[in-house]
């Protein structure tokens, strides 16, 4: 099996989104959460754009000992060095420089020319590889609106110039699962297996987790990934999805990760404080009732056998099962609770249990198990004397 490198960006990609805005203890205390969770490399900010960044980059580098440390640059010298001055200039800093890749954005972005792009590039390139010892990748800006042909070129310039690695982004959520693989796979054979090729996916049309998987079917080492899924517009390819599917899945796509799926839970829940997220009723892994199940037919073939209707298993993120009760639940609950308590069900203490606890429910309220219990517990009791 092949391993899939993960390179998390919640503190850089993630955190310039609106709303998501970290102090440099706030981003420390994720990023060593992050390191105990397994990932490979932290994207810690981008240096260059604020004093809030440049501090967050010195203090997490001082302190990870597990993870490498990335931070992100323009093409542009002043950037690399305040990087260098914040992460080191050693192996384990990943400096990342963004290149400009689709026509849209060299025209009217940057008003510079493909030659422009890719010499900017390169001289970036140089520059880290000559005052360095650091891990290079470049990555091209909305590679996936970008013609084959430069990509080619640029991808060949900057393995020339040093670069370790290229990043093929999809910066707009633009691609499908079909056109992004076809990407990965096309530079991947241009480039070669000791080029390191990653992908970076963005969910505007909610497919930026198929689009990393087509990424990892075609050749990709690396994913880049934000916990929750946060970031730009829509956000990017969510952490606990891809480590998820490629636990979930991998007798299909052969590949593993380093990360712990039981930590994944609290250190979501330690974003969700620092930046006061909601979480999604119904968000994968991390959603309050993706766990849980209200429906009859489901809880009577969960109560039978949990595999019925549970393939991704609680245990594994250290969350629970839960049966909720509402007016869409059946009698099964019902029973496994007289199951449990020793009581014979009879047809119509079942009848009257269900007509009283359950089917009068309208409101748009779900009870949970135990204080179901109660109502059998006083229900049961009133029976009996009557």
């Not at 360095?132 to 909305?142: H, K, L, M, N, T």
């Not at 593993?256 to 974003?271: E, F, M």
């Not at 594994?316 to 019902?334: A, C, D, P, T």
């Amino acid at each position: 099996m092949r391993k899939i490198s993960i390179l998390d960006t919640t503190l850089r990609d993630g955190e310039q989104a609106p709303q998501n805005a970290m102090n440099p203890k706030q981003k420390l205390n994720l990023a060593l959460e992050l390191e105990a969770l397994g990932v490979n490399h932290i994207e810690t900010g981008f240096p260059a754009s604020s004093k809030f960044d440049f501090e967050a980059t010195k203090l997490i580098s001082q302190e990870l000992t597990l993870s490498g440390i990335a931070t992100f640059s323009r093409t542009l010298e002043k950037d690399v060095q305040l990087a260098f001055d914040a992460a080191g200039r050693s192996k384990n800093h990943t400096i990342q420089i963004v290149a400009t890749g689709s026509d849209i954005h060299l025209r009217n972005k940057r008003n510079i020319t493909r030659a422009q792009s890719i010499d900017e590039m390169m001289n970036t390139v140089r520059f880290v590889y000559q005052n360095s010892d650091c891990r290079i990748s470049v990555g091209i800006e909305d590679a996936s609106r970008a013609n084959y042909d430069f990509m080619k070129e640029m991808a060949h310039a900057a393995v020339d110039a040093g670069a370790n690695q290229i990043i093929l982004a999809d910066t707009t959520g633009f691609s499908s699962p079909f056109e992004f693989g076809n990407l990965i796979r096309f530079i991947k054979s241009e480039v070669g297996e000791n080029i390191s090729v990653s992908t970076h996916c963005h969910n505007d049309l909610g497919l930026a987790l198929a689009n990393t998987l087509a990424g990892i079917e075609a050749g990709a080492d690396e994913v880049q990934v934000t916990l929750g899924g946060i970031g730009e517009r829509a956000g990017n390819v969510s952490l606990e999805t891809v480590a998820s599917t490629l636990f979930f899945k991998r007798d299909i796509y052969h590949v593993y990760t380093d990360i712990i799926l039981s930590k994944l839970y609290n250190v979501y829940q330690l974003l969700c404080s620092t930046i006061f997220m909601d979480t999604a009723r119904n968000q994968p892994i991390f959603g309050p009732y993706v766990f849980g199940t209200a429906a009859g037919i489901h809880q009577h073939g969960i109560l039978a056998d949990p595999n019925t209707y549970e393939f991704v298993k609680p245990n594994i993120f250290n969350r629970q099962r839960e049966l909720f009760v509402s007016r869409h639940s059946g009698k099964s609950i019902i029973k496994h609770l007289l199951d449990k308590k020793g009581i014979a069900a009879k047809p119509k203490l079942l009848d009257d249990l269900y007509e009283n606890c359950i089917n009068n429910r309208f409101e748009n309220t779900c009870l949970t198990l135990s204080e179901l219990e109660i109502k059998v517990e006083s229900f049961v009791s009133q029976y009996s004397r009557d």
